[in-house]
Every structure is written in structure tokens, then in C-alpha cells.
């Protein structure tokens, strides 16, 4: 069965530096989200993205985060300067159109220091 | 704005027993999507089962069913012939009807131990 798959699987970066998430969705899902779940917190919503546009985005997903599709395939979130608060699991989920559930990948843990 | 409460951190049950997770949630829609989730510690999101909230009759997968309640807004998880496997947090998700990429409203989630 597909599945969305998401790499690194960890990442360990320093206050200030940029780091790119990247997700890889299930072949013919044209929606793609992120979200993030901080330790012992409920999964929060960040960015939908849809035909190589921004759909909705929450107030976490301010002007140091960036989504792309930079290839047809890999869906990509960026940080452009880490902040200690950033540290969470990253989660990609995908979905087909006119398709409500949506599919989740294992997470990207990310640990600023 | 759409909120999801589970009001359970922790829960555990025999193995073999029934146990079921309690989902509320807060909202003004009137059409939406329910979901259950599971994360095993393996850390992938699954999903167990959706509501239509306009469908009047409860959604059951083989050994997981739910009891919707739309008019006191409650959505459980009953789980029966629990089994080692089922050991994971439970997350229940609202989505608002209106098309496809909206975002999923999560709960803080339920820790469910299945004790042999």
C-alpha cells in the first residue's frame, strides 16, 4: 500500500540555522499539509498546500516558514532561522481530491539546540 | 473556531476487554468529518475510522465502532477484543465539510495500554 514517507527521520540543528523538511506524497494526492506536534502536545495544524499554492496556513506558519514543491514530487517545508521553540515532530499528510481523510507520514523529528 | 477536547491523558485495559475514549468537540458547522487516529510508538498517524456527520448511523470497523453524537457533539471510540497492537495514543481529528485541504483539528490525544 502507498504511503507518504518524509525525510530526515531526525535532524539536530543550531539556533539560527535553516533547515528543510522534505515529504514525499502518496502518487496521486494533490493535497499536501504539514503540521507539528510539540512533546506532550496535540498535532497543530501549519500549512495546506494545493496546485503549487498556499490553501490555508495557521499563525505558527509565519515568515520564517516556506513550503514548495520544488520538483513534482517532494513537498518541502523550510525554516529559514531555527528558533529554540521550534523543536517538534513534523508530520506531512497528504490526500486525493474529493478525499476528506488524510494520510500521515512517520514525522521528522527536529531538535534546535 | 473548532476545538476537539479528550479529557483521557492515560487509559489501559485488558487484554480481550472493551475500552472506550471519550471525544468532544466544539463547533458551529453544521456539515464535518470526525476521525479517530492512532500512533502506535512507531510514530505514523493511522487512521482507524471516519464520521460523516450527516450520516445519522455510527461507523464501525470490523473491531472498532463509534458512538457519534451529534446534538451533544461527543464522539467516542469503543474498542473491542482489545489486543496488544491496539497500544498507541488515539487522536481524535475534526475536519469542516467545504472540499478537500482543510485542516484537521486535532484533541491533545489518549495514551491506551493494552495490558496482557
Known amino acids: ?113 | 473556531a473548532q476545538t476537539v477536547t479528550q479529557s483521557q491523558p492515560e487509559m489501559s485495559v485488558q487484554e480481550a476487554e472493551t475500552v472506550t475514549l471519550s471525544c468532544t468537540y466544539d463547533t458551529s458547522e453544521n456539515n464535518y468529518y470526525l476521525f479517530w487516529y492512532k500512533q502506535p510508538p512507531s510514530r505514523q498517524m493511522i487512521l482507524v475510522i471516519r464520521q460523516e456527520a450527516y450520516k445519522q448511523q455510527n461507523a464501525t470497523e470490523n473491531r472498532f465502532s463509534v458512538n457519534f453524537q451529534k446534538a451533544a457533539k461527543s464522539f467516542s471510540l469503543k474498542i473491542s477484543d482489545s489486543q496488544l497492537g491496539d497500544t498507541a495514543m488515539y487522536f481524535c481529528a475534526f475536519m469542516k465539510q467545504g472540499g478537500t485541504g482543510n485542516q484537521f483539528y486535532f484533541g491533545t490525544g489518549t495514551s491506551l495500554t493494552v495490558i496482557p
Request: glycine share 4%; proline share 4%.
Open chain 1, 1 to 113: 500500500e502507498p504511503e507518504v514517507t518524509q525525510t530526515p527521520s531526525h535532524q539536530v540543528t543550531q539556533m539560527g540555522q535553516e533547515v528543510i523538511l522534505r515529504c514525499v506524497p502518496i502518487s496521486n494526492h494533490l493535497y499536501f499539509y504539514w503540521y507539528r506536534q510539540i512533546l506532550g502536545q496535540k498535532v497543530e495544524f501549519l500549512v495546506s498546500f494545493y496546485n503549487n499554492e498556499i490553501s490555508e496556513k495557521s499563525e505558527i506558519f509565519d515568515d520564517q516558514f516556506s513550503v514548495e514543491r520544488p520538483d513534482g514530487s517532494n513537498f518541502t517545508l523550510k525554516i529559514r532561522s531555527t528558533k529554540l521553540e521550534d523543536s517538534a515532530m513534523y508530520f506531512c499528510a497528504t490526500n486525493r481530491v474529493f478525499q476528506e481523510t488524510q494520510y500521515f507520514g512517520p514525522g521528522t523529528r527536529l531538535l534546535v539546540l
